[in-house]
Structures are given as structure tokens and as C-alpha cells.
């Protein structure tokens, strides 16, 4: 028998793994236990932070700095513009929040008459306009650079101004800082008053065109402007005498090509003691701020492309097919040809009217497309909300009445910050720089009136009675109630002088109360020569009275108001609710029920009126059981006859008086 060969088998190829599934299985923990694992999990994505490494720097200007930003703070102060002027949201927002920091600006502190004067003066060059292009540029870009202009008056005219808002002997006091003396100087020695030179403009210039220069740190820097294509025609071929000055005040090597044109950009120094820079909220080591809308310009601009998308697809909205559906299987029937063709030519001729008569094999309908999906609402909601968020926007924002609440609170803190900005860098330092060149012995402080957004129902009432007591003059009040404005030391001082004249010849007085003249009427007609002996003023009905009794009436009144103590009256009506919840809880045990029916609880509050007009307010409680008992127990005469003199005297109710009772001040005292 042949040896049988052994079968040769077939070496079969090695497969190829995918990486993953092969690097996982060497991870397996044992070799009698494999464990496949998703490696993918602990692959670590590429360029994690893409989009926030893309992102805007505000100290780049050029591309040598590590970010992956194609633009830089100028690049994002246009688009902010550009934002402003074509979307409506944004636009909104930025002029609701100009609207209500603009406001009325008065002055506190100083003397009248540099009060009279800064007011006087910035009505005159508009200072209301100016505030609204202020905050305008400084919410929209962030960055606001105002240039100030200068003019030489007459020297009769600054003797005139120092004669009238200087101090009274004619000398002026250029010390206006509080580390060193006042020290008294001459028209002549002051330096801006010997040249005449006074602000008659502020210019907002636009902060695109603003490069900052010559300086390692960002916190003092000197800027000047990118000149125009029109402003360079204008420097180079001067027409008036300001065009000449700004070609004066180049460098050389500027002049140079501006004249010979092989220039592009053209930098206009600025002088520093004329410009003042605002930012909002700028770090020391940034040259420019990052205006506030520049986070949602994303959002801005994905709600114009989906806005563009919607668009569109309305219009696809007139491209209705109408199928029209003929004939029937094959083994139906089949497709007559020439029935197609003629329904094809009568519906491509349009002078046909379109009436068609067919059979049951004709079915004709219109496809449209179903663009509803694609126009829902939904998509905007997430974009909305951000764009909202980034804006702070109060008013579209569809919150709750707390939300709301938190957000106008927000809001108006950020309009605070806007003003103290316009104050300390502005208005603040242009008011003490005008005051030491005009030689003031003190200046003002300007301070904004109150933005009022919420009910100020408390505030009011205070006002109310401020003015009730006579702590604020009507006028005084008024303007509290109307901008919310608070008199200092001076200004009440002097109202009250003059409200007080005014009310000793006898007005402002009010008509229930009794003023000085009600008291001095008393007495016998004119025409009679007896004189009056005695002065007996009392109530109709009150009868007779001893002169004691009725010799000053309002100091009887005043005596009155102050018999009981205020927070003795509030314990009081505590413990006889107290005294009325025991006497309830008394009868329920006493007659084993759960609940009281209303007759009953009518009886307990008569034993409660009883206790309170028999007893003293310390032994209410202690009282009940036996009351209850015997609601006739006893009476104490002493207690009623005290309690019916407050009655008549007040004209009140027991149970009030013998509230009132409890609550007298020498019951306190005692």
C-alpha cells in the first residue's frame, strides 16, 4: 500500500489591518485576553484652538506677530463701522446706548461764577452734540481721538471774561491743586492768558485713520493721522491758511515727497497737548482698544449669509412643474404616444385655453418645492441669542421680568463707565486746564444727571417728604423729582435763606396745618375799640376750654404726635393679633371643636376687644382663660376712663385707643 503524502495545504496571504484596529490590539491586557479599543479617542485633534489662535490681537499691525488674524484693530474699526451703517441690530443697539448716556451736565463745587461760566461756555460750543458723537465713536469703534482747536481772542475781551468770572479784587489765582499754596498772579503772567488762547472746537477724528508712533510703551504714545487722497491734494496745493500751517508743521523729509509725489501714506503728526485719548477698556500694554460689537461681526455676518440663502430659495418659489401623468402599464394598456404629444403642444401653446378632458388614465398635478423646511425660523435662534448676549441688548431680548431686571442692571452699569471715561478723560481735565488759564480760584466738577431706568417710586416718596419737613425748597424738589439732582452745601444754604424770607411774608404756607397767619387773625373785628382780653381758639364742638387748655394749639398738636412711641404701637398690634389667635385656640379646647363658625369667631373677637380695653398689654395673654370663663368678669374703670379721653380726643374707636393706650411714651419710660 503506497505511503499516503501529506496534503500540502495552501498558505493563506496575511491580512492587512487597519492601524487603529492593530495598535489596539496591542494594548491588550493579557494574551489569553484581547481587548480592541477605539484608538480615536485618545488621538488629540489637530489645531485644538484654531479658531480662538485666528482670532484679533489688538497690538497687531503688520504680519509679523504670532497670530493667524489676516486683520488687525483698524481692520476690525471699519468693519464696526461698516456694521453700524448696514444692519439694523447692531446699528440699534449702538445708538440706544449713545441716547441714554447723553444727558444734561451741571456743575458742582467752585465758585458761582466759574459755575456760571463753564456752563455758559460749553452751551456755547454745543457740548450736547458732542457728548452724542463721543459716545457714538466710543461704543461703535472703541477708540475716540479728540483734537482740540484754539483760537486768540482780544485782550479786551479776556479782561472782560476775568473781570466778570474772577475773583473780586481783580487778581487771579492760578493755584488750583490741592499740594501746593494758591499762588496770586497778574493778567500778563498768566502764559495762556498773556497769548489769548481759548478751546472754540472739539473735533472727533476718525480713529481708522489714527497709527500710533515713536514709543516703547503703549502707555504714552504719539499718534498721528493718515492723510486722504483729497487732504494730500489740499496740503500739496494750499488754498487757505490752516492747509498752510499743516504743510508748516511736517518734517523736512515730508515736505520733501509730498512735493516730489513719490509717497503713498502721508502721517500728520499730532500734538499731543491738544489730543485727548479715550479707550474703551484698554489695557496699558495695548496701543488700541477692540471695539465693543467686534465679538458678534461673526454672527452678524452668518445671519446675512443665511438671510442671502433664504432669498434665494423664495426665488424657486415660481418654479411650479405641472406633471401630467397618461397611460397605464403595458399590460394595461399601454402609453398612446400621440395623446402625449398633443397634451405636450397644448400646454406649450398659450393661447389655449387650458380646459382639459381626459379619462381615468390622465392625472395631472403640481410639483412644488417644499421650501418650508428650508425657511423655518429655528436657524436664527442660536445666532439671534448670541448676537444679543455679545450686545448686551435689553430691549429685543424676550427675557423674563427678573432676567430683565439683572440685565437693565448690567446695562446701565456699562453706561456708567462711559461717562466716567467722557469725565476723567475729557471733560474733567478741559475744565481745570481752561480754569487755570483764565486764572479761576476754583473750578467746578461736572457731573452727569442720573439715568433713570427703573420705577423710582422710593426715590420719589423720599423727595416728598424731604420737601414736607421743608428740607428741600419746591424748587429744590422739583428738580430732584425731574433729573434727579441733589443740592450741595452752598446752593441749600442760600435756597433756604430765600425760601425762608419768603415764608415770613407768608407764603408757601400750607393750608391744613395752620400757618402764622391763621394765628394771628384771632380776635375782634376792625372797627371795634375793646381790646381782645383773652385768645380762645379751640375746634368747632369742642366747648368750652381753660386759657391753659387753649393758649398755643399747635403746640397741643405737636404734643399730641409725640404722646405715643412708634415701635411700642407696631409690638402692640403684634401681641393682639397674638391675643386673638390664643383666644381662638382657648374656645376650640374649651368647646372641643376643630373649627370655629363665623358667629363664634365674632364672640372671640369681642373678647379680644375686651381684654385690650380692661387690661394692660402685659397680662393680654395671661387674661384669655378667664375671660373666656367670664366674659362679665370685671371692668376697670381707671383703664376705660383713660381709654375714652383718647377716644374723644382723636376721635377713634376703643380698640385703636386702648392700642394707643399700651403705646404711650411714659409707658416706656416706666
Known amino acids: 500500500m503506497a505511503e499516503e503524502k501529506p496534503k500540502q495545504t495552501r498558505k493563506r496571504p496575511k491580512l492587512i489591518t487597519p492601524l487603529q484596529v492593530a495598535q489596539g490590539a496591542t494594548y491588550g491586557s493579557t494574551e489569553s485576553t484581547r481587548v480592541r479599543r477605539n484608538i480615536t479617542s485618545q488621538i488629540e485633534s489637530v489645531n485644538r484652538f484654531a479658531n480662538i489662535d485666528n482670532g484679533l490681537i489688538p497690538f497687531k499691525n503688520s504680519g509679523n506677530v504670532s497670530s493667524g488674524s489676516s486683520i488687525n484693530v483698524r481692520d476690525a474699526v471699519v468693519l464696526c463701522q461698516k456694521a453700524y451703517y448696514n444692519f439694523s441690530t447692531f446699528r440699534n443697539v449702538i445708538d440706544l446706548m449713545t441716547e441714554f448716556s447723553t444727558s444734561d451736565i451741571y456743575f458742582k463745587g467752585g465758585s458761582k461764577k466759574s459755575r456760571d461760566f463753564f456752563n455758559a461756555f460749553f452751551k456755547k460750543i454745543n457740548l450736547r452734540s458732542f457728548q452724542d458723537r463721543f459716545f457714538r465713536e466710543y461704543y461703535r469703534s472703541g477708540n475716540v481721538f479728540v483734537y482740540r482747536f484754539e483760537a486768540k481772542l482780544r485782550a479786551g475781551d479776556v479782561k472782560k471774561i476775568i473781570q466778570v468770572f474772577a475773583d473780586q479784587d481783580g487778581v487771579l489765582n492760578y493755584g488750583l491743586t490741592d499740594t501746593r499754596p494758591a499762588k496770586p498772579l497778574k493778567i500778563g503772567d498768566i502764559p495762556n492768558v498773556k497769548k489769548n488762547v481759548i478751546p472754540t472746537r472739539y473735533l472727533i477724528l476718525n480713529p481708522a485713520d489714527i497709527h500710533m508712533e515713536g514709543s516703547a510703551s503703549f502707555s504714552s504714545g504719539n499718534y498721528a493721522k493718515a492723510i486722504t487722497d483729497y487732504e494730500l491734494e489740499r496740503i500739496k496745493n494750499p488754498y487757505t491758511e490752516e492747509d498752510k500751517q499743516i504743510f508748516d508743521s511736517l518734517d523736512p523729509a515730508t515736505k520733501e515727497k509730498i512735493k516730489s509725489g513719490k509717497m503713498g501714506q502721508v502721517l500728520l503728526p499730532l500734538a499731543p497737548e491738544k489730543l485727548v485719548a479715550s479707550f474703551y477698556r484698554k489695557q496699558d500694554y495695548e496701543p488700541f482698544a477692540v471695539p465693543m460689537g467686534f465679538p458678534v461681526l461673526d454672527d452678524i455676518n452668518l445671519k446675512a449669509e443665511m438671510k442671502k440663502m433664504d432669498a434665494a430659495i423664495l426665488r424657486t418659489m415660481q ?110 481735565p478741559e475744565v481745570k486746564r481752561i480754569a487755570r488759564a483764565l486764572g479761576f480760584k476754583s473750578y467746578p466738577l461736572p457731573v452727569f444727571d442720573k439715568i433713570t431706568l427703573k420705577d423710582s417710586y422710593n426715590t420719589a416718596r423720599i423727595v416728598n417728604r424731604l420737601i414736607e419737613l421743608n428740607v428741600l425748597t419746591p424748587e429744590e424738589g422739583m428738580e430732584a423729582h425731574e433729573s434727579g439732582r441733589w443740592p450741595d452745601v452752598d446752593s441749600s444754604i442760600k435756597s433756604q435763606r430765600k425760601f425762608k424770607t419768603l415764608k415770613e411774608e407768608g407764603l408757601y404756607e400750607p393750608v391744613i396745618g395752620g400757618g402764622k397767619e391763621g394765628a394771628e387773625e384771632a380776635g375782634r373785628p376792625e372797627g371795634v375799640e375793646k381790646k381782645q382780653e383773652t385768645k380762645n381758639i379751640s375746634p368747632i364742638g369742642d366747648g368750652p376750654q381753660s386759657q391753659t387748655e387753649t ?113 404711650r411714651v411714659k409707658d416706656k419710660e416706666d
Not at 335 to 354: D, P, T, W
Not at 377 to 397: A, H, Q
Not at 563 to 579: C, G, S, T, W, Y
Open 551 to 663: 393758649s398755643d394749639r399747635s403746640e397741643m398738636q405737636l404734643a399730641a404726635s409725640e404722646m405715643f412711641n412708634l415701635d411700642l404701637v407696631k409690638d402692640n398690634f403684634i401681641a393682639a393679633q397674638n391675643l386673638e389667635k390664643e383666644v381662638l385656640k382657648e374656645l376650640r379646647t374649651r368647646h372641643n371643636i376643630k373649627r370655629l363658625n363665623k358667629q363664634q369667631k365674632q364672640v372671640a373677637s369681642e373678647l379680644v376687644d375686651l381684654i385690650v380695653t380692661n387690661e394692660d398689654s402685659c397680662d393680654w395673654i395671661n387674661k384669655v382663660s378667664e375671660y373666656c370663663e367670664n366674659p362679665s368678669v370685671k371692668t376697670n374703670k381707671k383703664i376705660l376712663g383713660e381709654i375714652s379721653e383718647i377716644c374723644e380726643k382723636h376721635q377713634i374707636d376703643q380698640y385703636l385707643a386702648g392700642i394707643l393706650r399700651s403705646s
Open 319 to 428: 418654479q411650479c412643474i405641472l406633471l401630467v401623468t397618461m397611460g397605464a402599464e403595458p399590460d394595461k394598456g399601454g402609453i398612446n404616444q400621440k395623446n402625449l404629444a398633443a397634451m405636450q403642444r397644448l400646454f406649450e401653446n398659450e393661447s389655449v385655453g387650458r380646459v382639459l378632458i381626459s379619462d381615468y388614465t390622465t392625472k395631472a398635478e403640481f410639483v412644488v418645492p417644499k421650501v418650508a423646511d428650508l425657511l423655518d425660523p429655528k436657524k436664527y435662534d442660536v445666532v439671534e441669542r448670541d448676537i444679543n448676549t455679545g450686545l448686551n441688548n435689553i430691549l429685543f431680548s424676550g427675557e423674563t421680568f427678573s432676567n430683565q431686571a439683572s440685565k437693565v442692571d448690567v446695562f446701565v452699569a456699562r453706561l456708567e463707565h462711559g461717562r466716567e471715561m467722557f469725565l476723567s478723560d475729557f471733560l474733567i
